[in-house]
């Protein structure tokens, strides 16, 4: 069983569409890292979370702890935020450095 | 600042041959880890480092070796290269500050193993 589950796997969506993926995870946390990784590119860290929300421009970061469960809001989506967005937990049990990560959410948006 | 920095960006290898990849970092961060990435896999943790001197085994570690003799510097070694170790492997490094960690990645390094 996977320890970081994404939803869904692949996503269409047309431009100026809002955009929400999903992120479970079964092991108790310290914080959860959205990050971004364009087609070919390296991995940018987009938000780290242990509480609340968080806001950058269009994107949104919400975490649920008591659920466990964490999700990734696109507002007025653009061509330019297709990539792949991975969910990544940092494990309480674990080395405090090191991730747990779901396998990815390939986004792409149409013009 | 260069930030979190590896070489080569691509490399083929024929079954046997041996490497180092490289990774260095300006950051003064002390934990430092290497990943590999799969097609349809989370990254999974190859080997880590809390700091120069130190370092663990992460997920798969069978294969590579690693050493951090500076704080600046993690190489990842691959003794005797096989084709299930075509992959791309990731930098990464950790800063903890206000109770919460920092993560950097590197650009990647792309191997194909023949």
């Known amino acids: 069983k996977n320890e970081v589950e994404q939803s869904p796997q692949n996503l269409t969506a047309q431009e100026g569409e809002f955009i929400t993926i999903n992120c479970s995870y079964s092991?108790?946390?310290?914080?959860l890292h959205w990050l971004q990784q364009h087609p070919g590119g390296g991995i940018v860290s987009l938000f780290m979370?242990?509480?609340g929300k968080k806001k950058h421009g269009r994107l949104i970061a919400t975490i649920n702890i008591q659920e466990k469960h964490s999700s990734l809001h696109i507002t007025a989506s653009h061509p330019r935020d297709s990539a792949v967005y991975i969910c990544?937990?940092?494990?309480?049990?674990?080395?405090?450095?090191?991730?747990?990560f779901g396998k990815g959410t390939k986004l792409s948006v149409k013009p | 600042n260069a930030g979190v920095t590896q070489t080569p960006k691509f490399q083929v290898l024929k079954t046997g041959q041996s490497m180092t990849l490289q990774c260095a970092q300006d950051?003064?961060?002390?934990?430092m880890s290497w990943y590999r990435q799969d097609p349809g896999m989370g990254l999974r943790l190859i080997h880590y480092?809390?700091?120069?001197?130190?370092?663990d085994q992460g997920e798969v570690p069978n294969g590579y070796n690693v050493s951090r003799s500076t704080t600046e510097d993690f190489p990842l070694r691959l003794l005797s290269a096989a084709p299930s170790q075509t992959s791309v492997y990731f930098c990464?490094?950790?800063?903890?500050?206000?109770?919460?960690?920092?993560?950097?990645f590197g650009p990647g390094t792309r191997l194909t193993v023949t």
């Open positions: 990544a937990v940092r494990d309480y049990g674990g080395s405090q450095g090191n991730l747990i």
């Open positions: 092991v108790g946390i310290s914080a």
């Open positions: 979370l242990s509480s």
């Open positions: 950051m003064n961060h002390e934990y």
């Open positions: 480092s809390v700091g120069a001197g130190i370092t």
């Open positions: 990464a490094t950790t800063y903890y500050r206000e109770g919460l960690h920092e993560q950097y």
